[in-house]
């Protein structure tokens, strides 16, 4: 008898529906609050046998540092609020984590351009 295949994309899934009830949490609760109006999130992971999902986001707001520490201050009151809308036994911990692949992206357009310009 041949094993089955338990390769499965439960991971991905829960990362994508967690970082889908965020943003609309950040939309609906935050979206007053100068600094987390202009949070999108671009990612997420799941970790840790599905325990911890990390969300990746991009900020219009040049001063990380402040978008950062004023997401780790909502966390807990996020994750609540992930809780009762997500339909699921254990509700994973949340943690943001600034993406800065458009400003890597931004470089090597301007590296490649000193070379082609030489």
């Known amino acids: 008898m041949q094993k089955k295949n338990t390769n499965s994309n439960r991971g991905m899934r ?11 949490i ?9 600094i987390v109006a202009g949070v999108s999130l671009v990612g997420a992971e799941a970790h840790g046998g599905l325990q911890f999902v990390r969300l990746y986001y991009y900020s219009r707001n040049a001063d990380t540092a402040a978008v950062q520490k004023r997401l780790d201050e909502i966390v807990r009151s996020v994750r609540f609020e992930l809780g009762a809308r997500m339909n699921q036994k254990y509700v994973p911990d949340i943690r943001f984590e600034y993406d800065d692949t458009l400003e890597r992206a931004a470089r090597i357009d301007e590296l490649l351009g000193k070379i082609s310009n030489e």
Do not use: S
């Open 26 to 34: 950040l939309r609906d609760n935050y979206g007053d609050d100068a």
């Open 14 to 24: 829960i990362a994508a529906k967690v970082q889908t009830i965020v943003a609309e």
